[in-house]
């Protein structure tokens, strides 16, 4: 028997679940601070199995599927940023033409609140192997 809390939790529709964990920043980003991969990507369970919270997002908010070979790059190099209008879909060599073109990000905004729980921010994984 799973607590009270819980389960009004899974009562919750995805994005509800998805935005308990997020913060709203002032420049557009929706980060989600919940569980992440090594690259800083965020998931969440849903449908039985670990998802990007950026695929969810995008599947429900655009309602279509991401084409097979493309994945969904950031605009805003924010690896934990899931808004779609800050997303499009592309492939590796855009987002390594990205890299190129804007250098590395450290994805935060200037408005951080170091005082807040939430984790220090990291440049992102994949970003920093191609320096
Ligand atoms: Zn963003």
Redesign the pocket.
Known sequence: MLPETDRRVQRLTIMERISLRTIY?D?????FHGHANTYDYPQIEYQGRHQLVSHIAWRIMKGKKIRNGFQLN?????PR???P???YEGTQADNLRDLRERGPQT?FPKSWDSSNELPEPQPPMMKRRFL
Do not use: A, F, M, Q
């Open positions: 920043r420049n557009g980003c929706w980060e950031h605009d805003c190099d924010n940023c899931y808004n209008d800050h997303l994805y």
